[in-house]
């Protein structure tokens, strides 16, 4: 091995200088106990140089660039409203070397397939799809063995056709470890479990608990010391503002507006069919809301987000007929009945109904089937109805991203890969 060589030489060999000190541990895998770091490797190194070859323009002459085209991606990005598990709202790419990794994460899973598609030539679109589709795998919190399968070939496929694409020169060691990233999910479970995102996001915290450069390890201890009794404090204050412990509640005041004829109407056959409840003869009080928890997760509706330009908490993913279906929450509705103990809270929503549509397909040979259908389910192309219906809120499974490019004529909503990593 170069290791060897290199003791016997006493020089490095090819970049190696010898056999390190944890290779003597007889218990510890020298290769399955050294993790790749998702973060450092996909986003800040695979993602950011993707971008590089894309947008920069000391690469404008290039095939694969896009340069020409930024201005118009931008406009897309920028109109995009992100939902509040989305930490950062989109910047713009003319200043995506600034960009932080949560913010190459959200290209990468959220905003890039649609906003690409039509920008990039076929070859490097479909190319990069498989990047897409593999992380998308890899950072659920449900893999199969079969989309296990799935994503390493889309990741093997990615490593084999970057130096063709790219040349031979930019495919770095970043884009070589791809090739091992299921390797260490089949060994650790999935990246978001082994990558530096907590220890990063701990750094910033870390930070705010100390001023000066003047005995930092006493400030950090001192402080920290004092976190029981402040978070003590805070869940008092919080409980003395009346938060309901159960998974479903209102919250806000009431909303001034009424109820149209046609949604009185709908609610009454809704309490009928669903609930069964005679709306004349059994409902105390009904008010109508803007904003809602469920299970820990804050929607909004859109009678509440007219007031927000940059947050999108309205487009959700609920579950129908044993199904996840896509919809805009209208309004929140909390019904006092007298034969239940507790507020019944029903959910307005306006249904995204799904549609054909190849937006999000790849056309190569490096392609295949399972890919492209991963990800028309994962890039689910949808358009709004002019009707609503009434869902009981506890059915509400998570907030969406959406993205519309207009001149593309295409809305897309994407679920976020798990529910760890994206916290509402």
Known sequence: SHAKEAVEQGCSVD???????????????????????????????VVKALLVHWFSASKKYEKYSAHDKIAICDDHLMSIKVPRFVKRTPQSLTQFSNWKASELLSWLLFYSIPILKGVLDTNYYSHY?????????LLGDKITQ?????????????????????GIESTTMNVHLLSHLVMYTRAWGPLWTTSCFPFEGMNGVLRKHFHGTREIPLQLANNFAMLPQLQYKQLT?????????????????NVQDSLSTDELDKMKEYCHSELQVDYDKEMSAVTLHS???????????????????????????????EQVQFGTVKSFLSLTIASKTSPVILCAIKPLRPHQSRAATTTTTISSMEVNA?????????????????????RLISLCVSITVQEKQLQCVVLPPNGYEFIN
């Open 15 to 45: 970049g190696i200088k010898g056999v390190p000190v944890l290779a003597l541990h007889p218990q510890f895998d020298l290769v399955l106990g050294m993790v790749i770091d998702f973060m450092h490797c996909v986003l800040i190194g």
């Open 129 to 137: 799809c498989l990047l897409v589709v593999g992380l998308h795998i």
């Open 146 to 166: 079969q989309s296990l399968d799935l994503a390493e070939h889309c990741l093997q496929q990615f490593y084999l056709k970057y130096s063709e694409l790219y």
């Open 237 to 253: 204050k919080t409980m003395m503002k009346g938060r309901s412990a159960a998974p479903v509640y209102v919250i806000g005041a």
């Open 291 to 321: 904003r809602a928890i469920v299970n820990g997760t804050m929607y909004h509706s859109t009678l509440y987000n007219c007031k927000a330009t940059k947050r999108n908490n309205y487009t959700v993913a609920y579950q129908m007929d």
């Open 374 to 394: 991963y990800l028309l389910k994962t890039f689910k192309c949808v358009s709004e109805k002019d009707e609503f219906i009434y869902i009981e809120a506890e």
